[in-house]
């Protein structure tokens, strides 16, 4: 018997989760007998148009895709909270900056640029980190990147840039990769990328996980304090796991095993408890400092190195809570770069002003009108106080009668009293920064943009040599994939006005027969900068497991002591396990009992985790020999430079994947998990891939 409906729950009933005693309604609320069966002329139809049940879940149905964002369409939204750890009144007068211990709420979305929403999410791009952080003075967007350098100089390219990565309009394709013709025709068309393109051909564009990447607000800011002084700022976010990449191999592995491997993996550390932490880092500098520095600080394509000016930690992002609704909150969150707080500035990097227009422009499209800011994900969690009304989809409508200023309604102006109500402030509320600007109008880039290979040097020379070789790697890898030899050539021709040896080796693996010549440069390169050690992944390498995934391959009889210490040693050092069995059901261990697992082998290759154990009792050991998926988990754990610990019982599984002979310190032999456990805080065996580390 239909259950009464709660009147009092009224519109909000919807928002509860789905629960099975809930009677359903139509959008209108009225109960529904039978929402299966479209109302028919007799059982065996025709249907009837009258029926308003079927129709009106078919209509809203048919309307349930919004655009996706044109670029950074694939992303995964977290909630979490900023908490001040080092106030900086001296620098800003924006409150979240001003008192240690200061907390706000956030929500970061992390994506990808170029791949459509369905795309995988170990395409070699670079990763967005946008984060809105709803201050008591409204939201602060800070919609940045893990790379800190941009492709471009002036957001009049972008829709070039974006329309060349994307693929291409008469085919569709390729899909989320920048493998092709166009993509590398209008970079080597477009030298000031290349300090970019130094950044995306390196590991920095395949990362490990989005727990362990670096975030950059990218653009030179201001900061300004309660006296109207400024300062220049840029954003940093350090993450306390310390940074990690895949190898490309890897990464192509992933996207087939698990095209959600980014998001799964931080759904899973948050409902596991182990909540993210970034610190929040400020490189502050004045105006003597950027006259003097070698470039332009309001050139989006160039960083300030670290160790020129220090990053200082004010704060700690933390992230602690998955979506409950993936569309209302990672699809309808609008992020916009014009969204900042009294005491925290634009500056005039013609990439950002650009990009103020249109932020709040796409939203109007992708959200469908003005009214996006009462969306729950939206809306401010302060007070809102302005005459803005109406228009598509209002949600939170002001009562009384007064919307214009000024006015005699809000206020009691009859005893001569100041009118109350929403008023500008001009003490507390947001005023520009008065940055002097007397200049003619003109369509044309300053000079000082104009040196395109200096930092890219710098970048390529801060790498260790590993890192050197997967970006030579990439960079082969990706314009074999061009097919017109003069894109090819002319690409080579800037790798020459970066790194001689860089180009060499990578017309070599071009199969070129003579090194192209140099492209003429803009300008000459300022100097051959020092390296820059913030720069490198690997020369900067956490040293622990903390946060990281060993896949445990189990097959019958292995050693039930062994699984049991090692799965401790393992947790207690910060790191998860995940069971790999030859049945899901799990594996019968020496002991006698069964231990479920979590994956099955054929569905869990060793691309999936950090570092793997193979465990097996005496006769399984044989019978693995021969199974495919087994060796390709141990091949590609060898290639991979993995740690692979394993128990003497599984030497026949290494010899079938052709590994016994090249047995060497990255292999750990269980039995005391210690030894094995401690290797691994170095995460990979660079020693197995050609090149020494310096
Ligand atoms: Fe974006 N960018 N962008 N971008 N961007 C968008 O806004 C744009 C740039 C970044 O998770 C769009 O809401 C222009 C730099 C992130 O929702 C759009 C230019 C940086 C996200 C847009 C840039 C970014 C976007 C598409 C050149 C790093 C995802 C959907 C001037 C500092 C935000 C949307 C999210 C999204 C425009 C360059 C980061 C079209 C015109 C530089 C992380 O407005």
């Known amino acids: 018997m239909a259950k009464e409906i709660d009147l009092d729950s009224g519109g909000a009933n919807h928002q509860k989760p789905r629960g099975e005693d809930d009677i359903m309604t139509t959008a209108q609320g009225a109960p529904v007998a039978d929402d299966q069966n479209w109302l028919k002329a007799g059982a065996r139809g025709p249907s009837l148009l009258e029926d308003h049940i079927a129709r009106e879940k078919i209509f809203h149905f048919d309307h349930e895709r919004i655009p996706e964002r044109v670029v950074h369409a694939r992303g995964y939204g977290i909630h979490g909270h900023f908490e001040l750890t080092r106030a900086i009144p001296e620098y800003s007068r924006a409150a979240i900056f001003n008192e240690t211990g200061v907390k706000v709420p956030t929500f970061t979305r992390f994506s990808t640029v170029a791949g459509n929403k369905g795309s995988p999410d170990l395409a070699r791009d670079v990763r967005g980190f946008a984060t809105k952080f709803y201050t008591s003075e409204g939201n602060w967007d800070l919609v940045g990147n893990n790379i800190p350098v941009f492709f471009i100089q002036d957001a009049i390219k972008f829709p070039d840039l974006i329309h060349a990565a994307k693929p291409a309009p008469d085919r569709g394709f390729p899909q989320a990769q920048t493998a092709h013709d166009n993509f590398w025709d209008f970079i080597s068309l477009t030298p000031e990328s290349m300090n970019m393109v130094m950044w995306i051909m390196s590991d920095r564009t395949i990362p490990r996980s989005f727990r362990f990447m670096e975030g950059f607000g990218v653009h030179t800011f201001r900061l300004v304090n309660a006296k109207g002084k400024a300062h220049f700022v840029k954003f940093h976010w350090k993450p306390h796991l310390g940074m990690q990449s895949v190898v490309w191999n890897e990464a192509l592995k992933i996207n087939g095993a698990d095209p959600d491997f980014h998001r799964r993996d931080i759904w899973d550390a948050i409902e596991a408890g182990d909540f993210p932490k970034w610190d929040l880092g400020i490189q502050v500098f004045d105006e003597t400092f950027a006259e003097e520095f070698e470039f332009d600080v309001l050139d989006a394509t160039k960083i300030i190195p670290e160790e020129q000016v220090p990053v200082e930690i004010i704060g ?80 939170t409508n002001p009562k009384g009668r007064v919307n214009y200023e000024p006015n005699s309604w809000s206020g009691d102006i009859d005893d001569n009293r100041e009118p109350r109500g929403p008023r500008g402030c001009p003490m507390h509320g947001f005023t520009s920064y008065e940055a002097p600007v007397e200049s003619p109008k003109l369509r044309a880039r300053s000079e000082t943009f104009a040196d395109h290979y200096s930092q890219a040097r710098q970048f390529y020379v801060s790498q260790t040599p590993v890192e050197q070789k997967h970006m030579a790697d990439a960079l082969t890898f990706e314009l074999s994939k061009v097919e017109r030899s003069d894109i090819r050539a002319r690409m080579v021709g800037h ?200």
């Open 316 to 395: 700690t992002l933390t992230m602690d809570a998955n979506v409950d609704n993936f569309f209302a909150e990672t699809e309808q969150v609008a992020f916009c770069t014009q969204n900042i707080v009294p005491g925290i500035d634009f500056t005039e990097d013609p990439l950002l002003q650009g990009r103020n227009f249109s932020y709040l422009d796409t939203q109007l499209k992708r959200l469908g009108g003005p009214n996006f800011t009462h969306i729950p994900i939206n809306a401010s969690k302060c007070p809102v106080r302005h005459f803005q009304q109406d228009g598509h989809m209002a949600m």
């Open 495 to 694: 790798l020459r006005n970066i790194d001689d040896d860089l180009a060499s080796k990578v017309a070599e693996g071009l199969g070129m027969e003579k090194l192209p010549a140099a492209i003429p440069a803009a300008r000459e390169p300022i100097t051959d900068l020092p390296p820059s050690p913030a720069l490198s992944i690997l020369a900067n390498a956490p040293k622990s497991f903390k946060g990281r995934k060993l896949g445990l391959y189990l097959a019958e009889g292995a050693d039930a002591g062994i699984v049991s210490s090692l799965t401790k040693a393992i947790e207690g050092a910060g790191g998860m396990v995940e069971i790999v069995a030859p049945h899901v059901g799990g594996t019968k261990l020496s002991d006698g009992k069964n231990r479920p697992a979590n994956q099955k082998i054929d569905g869990a290759p060793s691309v999936l985790y950090d570092a793997v154990a193979i465990v097996m009792g005496k006769d399984a050991g044989e019978k693995f020999a021969d199974d495919k998926p087994s060796i390709d988990f141990v091949n590609d754990a060898f290639a991979h430079a993995k740690f692979i610990g394993f128990s003497p019982e599984v030497m026949p599984l290494l010899k079938a994947a052709g590994v016994a002979e090249k047995m060497d310190d990255g292999f750990v032999e269980l039995g005391d998990p210690a030894p094995f456990v401690n290797a691994i805080k170095d995460l990979r065996f660079w020693d197995r891939m050609a090149v020494k580390q310096a």
